[in-house]
């Protein structure tokens, strides 16, 4: 594996609006929503579950595969914001520091 390059905000932002493109993170997308639907399935009765599927469980993971299904946007947002901006190391340098 290649070591990463120093990115800016703007080439993470680059990188992750390819990565929404591409058909290897549409499959893993539709994989991830598959178990969602399976959690939302049994918080409503429609599967059988397991002991340790409790209504809390399935509900903190319905919530996190969606926001994993959601991951790459919120970067993008994060990262398009002034807040997400980090300033430069030089200690003369104003960026960032709006």
Same mark, same amino acid.
């Given at each position: 594996m290649?070591?990463?390059? $120093?990115? &800016?905000? %703007? +080439?993470?932002?680059? *990188? /992750? ?17 598959e ?11 429609e599967? $059988?579950? &397991?002991? %340790? +599927?409790?209504?809390? *469980? /399935? ?7 969606a ?14 914001t ?14 960032g520091?709006?």
């Amino acid at each position: 594996m290649k070591p990463v390059k $120093e990115l &800016t905000a %703007e +080439d993470m932002v680059k *990188a /992750l609006e390819t990565l929404k493109d591409d058909t290897g993170w549409q499959i893993v997308r539709k994989a991830i929503g598959e178990q969602k639907r399976i959690a939302e399935l049994k918080i409503f009765g429609e599967i $059988e579950r &397991t002991e %340790e +599927d409790t209504d809390d *469980a /399935l509900k903190r993971e319905r919530r996190g595969l969606a926001r994993l299904m959601d991951y790459p946007d919120e970067l993008i947002e994060q990262l398009s914001t002034k807040e997400g901006v980090v300033p430069e190391m030089d200690p003369y340098s104003k960026e960032g520091m709006e």
